[in-house]
């Protein structure tokens, strides 16, 4: 990465990418307006996210 690559704004959230003010906080927003998942949208997230990555079934 370059140096301005690396560069956040002002009050960045470490672990986060620098966004323009007030992104992070209304997606903090939208989140918390969300139902929670009900169980079978969890077994399906878990199903699709845990499988195995291409270059380990080549293998």
Known sequence: M???QNVATVGAI???PARPA???ERIDRIVAQAPPLTDAQRAKLRTIFHQPAPS????
């Open 22 to 24: 007030g992104y992070w």
């Open 2 to 4: 370059t140096e301005k």
């Open 14 to 16: 470490p672990g986060r």
């Open 56 to 59: 380990q079934e080549a293998a």
